[in-house]
């Protein structure tokens, strides 16, 4: 019999404040990640955080990054924590390039890499087109898009505005999103009968045409410092709603910092820092 567990090495690093335990599987495999997730992303005890990431081979990219949420839920993208894996890839030598591919469940995003004094201090990501169709975001309401559209809430309505980003986003707009109590309106939302595969909701405050202020509640983690795929849908719909400009440069302020977003036709450029926070061993 094993007198001894299983000695795990890992990384925790995070992009505005949205905290991931990062692993490297190019040489190992790990079974059970949904319920290594729950364990260690526990911050009492466990090593805490807002899920875990692993970092794998990839037979179409660089790496491939596969990412689970609190409840141990696999997520199809994250945009904090893709620009963390290519941080960890660049800086252990793995991949040394200014640009660096990733293979993620909602396709391979291609990242440009910003460093300083050989370690990678931030990343711009190119997050592919915003999906605007309700059956592919999937939302179940009619029409070729959701824009400013009334959704009932618990007795309340509000006006959402959907958008895919590899995952599910429900954007409504209001003017003080710091008094919002988002453990009680955030799980209402998730848990709508109308998004079949729940739903991320970001309220979203207009500060002026190029800044938005905004705080999220993620489907499996509840309400997380940042979240860069929400950052994205909030720029799309603050531009589908009149409130911004498409082609510009949109600074979204979250809890834990600031991303830059840019909505086209064609695509969504994320840009923001990453940051390793410490590295460690954990016995399982």
């Known amino acids: 019999m094993r007198n001894e567990g299983t000695r795990l090495a890992f ?20 079974s059970a990640p949904e319920q290594l997730a729950v364990a260690l992303s526990d911050r009492h005890f466990g090593i805490g955080g807002d899920g875990l990431v692993l970092i794998c081979r990839s037979d179409i990219a660089d790496a491939k990054m596969r990412m689970f949420n609190l409840d141990g839920s696999e997520g199809k993208m994250c945009g904090n924590a893709i620009r963390c894996v290519a941080k960890y890839l660049y800086d252990n030598n793995i991949c040394k390039k200014d640009e660096i591919k990733i293979e993620t469940l909602s396709g391979v995003k291609t990242l440009q890499v910003y460093a300083q004094n ?36 618990h007795g309340k309505t509000y006006a959402i505005t959907c958008v895919s980003m590899g995952n599910p986003h429900a954007v409504v707009f209001c003017e003080d999103v710091d008094s919002l109590n988002l453990a009680e309106i955030g799980p ?26 905004m705080r999220v509640w993620e489907r499996g983690s509840g309400e997380t410092l940042a979240c860069g795929t929400g950052a994205c849908a909030a ?50």
């Open 11 to 30: 990384t925790k690093m995070h992009g505005c404040g949205n905290d991931y335990i990062y692993i490297d599987c190019l040489e190992q495999e790990i």
């Open 118 to 153: 050989g370690l990678a201090t931030s990343a711009k990501v190119d997050m592919g087109k915003a999906e605007l169709t309700p059956s592919k975001i999937p939302v179940a309401l009619p029409g070729d898009s959701i824009v400013n559209a009334p959704l009932t809430v």
């Open 188 to 213: 209402r939302f998730e848990h709508h009968e109308i998004f079949p595969e729940r739903v991320n909701t970001e309220f979203a405050q207009v500060i002026d045409q190029n800044t938005l202020k």
């Open 235 to 284: 720029a799309v719909a603050s531009v589908l709603n009149g409130y911004c400009a498409k082609g510009q440069d949109i600074r979204v302020l979250l809890t834990g910092g600031e991303l830059i977003i840019n909505y086209t036709d064609e695509r969504v450029l994320m840009t923001g820092g990453c940051v390793k926070v410490f590295e460690g061993v954990v016995e399982l």
